[in-house]
């Protein structure tokens, strides 16, 4: 092996190295100063308590309104994206000319760098107004509104890594289809999206998480309200727009009330690491049904 391919494993080996280290001082960090919170707050009621009130005179630290806010929004978004997405991406790689997949694909893939803050006010200011011709009752402040445009956010996650999940499925797996006498439609939803679940699933993987630490449109648009509710029409706060309250300087550094931002935090970092590791483990399975 010579020097420069010597060099290039190092640099390689450390860009490596360097990710891992991120990763564990950002957990670190958020272990020392949660445990901080924990030495004064029971770590049961902050698991089961379904009040948040740490900046009030009555204060109560329970989660539980945050995380059902946070899943609330995020499983509204994923319900949005992922037929959405999953349509786009059958239809460019199955149905759609190469000419036009050339010009659409790239397309979409713009709502994927438009920035969030925009994303919050369409949603504040457009789509809360349109859902209240048909939802009366709606609150200015909502989970629907937020979720639906987080949806529209991330739908470039799936639509265009799950045509690349079914541009990479061999053409031979389509031609016998086909030669089965399968209309395009049966080929396209029997043949090519099973063989292509477990790219589609890290897709959603990478969309889910997205969603879920998304922090400006929800800020924006779904209100400052902790409540402990599945409810979409009413408002509702989610971890990252609570941390992003809280960090914005009105709260004393040392405080109970601001080490609150890194139990949160916490619990947000396990809730991503639940959920991930539940898609992947559903990813496997199906890799192993279809290989």
């Known amino acids: 092996m010579n020097i420069k391919e010597k060099i290039i494993e190092k640099v ?10 991120t990763t564990v001082g950002i957990i670190a960090v958020l272990l020392f100063e949660a445990i901080g919170f ?3 707050v029971s770590i049961v009621d902050f698991l089961t308590g379904t009040e948040w009130t740490p900046l009030f005179a009555d204060k109560n630290y329970g989660i539980l309104p945050l995380v059902s806010g946070t899943l609330l929004t995020t499983f509204i978004a994923i319900a949005v994206a992922l037929p959405v997405g999953l349509t786009i991406a059958i239809y460019l790689n199955e149905y759609a000319p190469k000419r036009f997949r050339k010009v659409l694909k790239p397309l979409l893939e713009v709502l994927a760098v438009v920035p969030t803050v925009v994303y919050g006010f369409f949603a504040l200011m457009i789509v809360t107004p349109f859902l209240k011709v048909f939802i009366p009752d709606l609150a200015g402040f909502n989970a629907l509104s937020p979720g639906i445009v987080m949806g529209i956010m991330i739908i470039p996650f799936v639509s265009s890594l799950s045509e690349d999940a079914l541009a990479a499925v061999p053409d031979s797996l389509r031609k016998a289809s086909y030669g089965m006498g399968s209309t395009r439609f049966q080929t396209a939803f029997r043949v090519m999206v099973p063989a292509a679940s477990s790219g589609i699933m890290v897709s959603i993987i990478l969309a889910l998480s ?3 630490g998304e922090t400006m449109i929800v800020a924006i648009a779904a209100g400052q309200t902790p409540v402990f509710t599945f409810d979409p029409t009413v408002p509702i706060e989610t971890i990252t727009a609570y941390i992003v ?6 709260v004393p550094q040392g405080t109970i009330a601001y080490k609150t931002i890194f139990a949160a935090g916490i619990t947000l970092f396990v809730v991503t690491f639940i959920l991930n590791n539940i898609s992947f483990w559903i990813k496997n399975r199906y890799q192993e049904k279809y290989e």
């Open 210 to 212: 997205r969603a879920i």
């Open 38 to 40: 924990f030495r004064e």
């Open 12 to 21: 390689l080996a450390f860009c490596a190295l360097l990710t891992i280290l």
């Open 245 to 250: 309250k809280v960090s914005s300087g009105d």
